[in-house]
């Protein structure tokens, strides 16, 4: 069995902001592996930190001269500068036992076949600002540690796309696809009208 690199939603009102991209990553310091740039196939170059779970995996098992596909969180300030942070590298074939069944098909269609594809992210949160002239959308992602009650665990990503003013203070899942430094909406889903807007 493949482990899909981005999980089913546990919960209706889950939050998260996930995506998986393929390139190259290249630390800006050898020594140093935690900062860096990852370099899609087209060239592009995305600001980039590994988070401490990553760091280990990718110092026992990743070639940073090979491309691999990384399971990466979000960050921007609007939607041309994107930043990611890297969490995991999926990988079927070196990090995952599949079996022989699969051994003939690419990396690619196997990820088709998980519904997914290169560049795809999973963005679910509340809709908290909407730029009709400019076609942009924010969406507030809130931590699901409840413990922790910092306020910093919560974040905002701005996403290209349009949607009507009256969905605003919605709970939204959006099916987002990166494209250079941007984050554009192609899906979207209505998962809970909040009462909040109507007060």
């Avoid at 942070?85 to 036992?97: A, F, R, S, V």
């Avoid at 990396?107 to 519904?115: A, D, G, K, R």
């Avoid at 992210?121 to 730029?131: A, C, M, P, T």
């Amino acid at each position: 069995m493949i482990k899909n690199p981005i999980q089913k939603v546990t919960n209706k009102l889950q939050y998260r902001a996930i995506g998986i991209v393929n390139g190259v990553y290249n630390p800006h310091d050898k020594n140093q592996l935690n900062r860096g740039t990852l370099i899609d196939d087209q060239g592009q170059k995305i600001e980039t930190v590994v988070l401490g779970k990553a760091l280990s995996l990718i110092k026992k098992y990743i070639n940073l001269e090979k491309s691999y596909f990384w399971i990466v969180y979000p960050k921007n300030k609007n939607t041309q500068n994107l930043h990611l942070q890297i969490l995991g590298i999926w990988d079927p074939y070196e990090l995952n036992d599949i079996g022989n069944e699969n051994t003939k098909k690419s990396t690619l269609e196997i990820l088709e076949e998980l519904n997914l594809s290169d560049n795809y992210f999973s963005i679910r949160g509340e809709l908290v600002y909407i730029n009709t002239q400019k076609k942009e959308l924010i969406i507030k992602i809130c931590s699901s540690h409840k413990s922790n009650k910092l306020k910093n665990n919560n974040f905002k990503i701005a996403i290209e796309g349009e949607l009507s003013l009256d969905m605003l203070k919605n709970f939204v899942s959006l099916d987002v696809i990166r494209e250079g430094n941007t984050l554009r909406m192609v899906k979207y889903e209505v998962v809970e009208e909040f009462l909040s807007k109507k007060e």
